[in-house]
Nanobody
Framework: QVHLVESGGGLVQAGGSLRLSCAASGDTFLINTMGWYRQAPGKQRELVATISRRGSRNYADSVQGRFTISRDNAQNTVNLQMNNLTPEDTAVYYC???????????WGQGTQVTVSS
């Protein structure tokens, strides 16, 4: 089992930047992929970015070139640097980790990101 604690959300003007962080504890040696998802009001939760233990990254088309995901395997943390934010990025952002056994994944409590125009 894994416990996730997220931080770094907030309110920012369009064009600004925010950095989200997520720290994992528990059975972290079982984690392969770490990532971020988001859910805007009235919409389904969607993938933002993921990164494997080996460092392979995957981004949603909507954030490619603006967001950068990184992780520290020794500290069991994953970060999301978000630049050039737009109001369309407003959502609750959730940290997610997936074990090597893909039947097991865990979610953070979510952190609100609001981008004003």
């Amino acid at each position: 089992q894994v416990h996730l604690v997220e931080s770094g959300g907030g309110l920012v003007q369009a064009g600004g930047s925010l950095r989200l962080s997520c720290a994992a504890s528990g059975d972290t040696f079982l984690i392969n992929t770490m990532g971020w998802y988001r859910q805007a009001p009235g919409k389904q939760r969607e993938l933002v970015a993921t990164i494997s233990r080996r460092g392979s990254r995957n981004y949603a088309d909507s954030v490619q070139g603006r967001f950068t995901i990184s992780r520290d395997n020794a500290q069991n943390t994953v970060n999301l640097q978000m630049n050039n934010l737009t109001p369309e990025d407003t959502a609750v952002y959730y940290c997610n980790v997936q074990f090597y056994d893909i039947n097991y994944d865990y979610w953070g409590q979510g952190t609100q990101v609001t981008v004003s125009s």
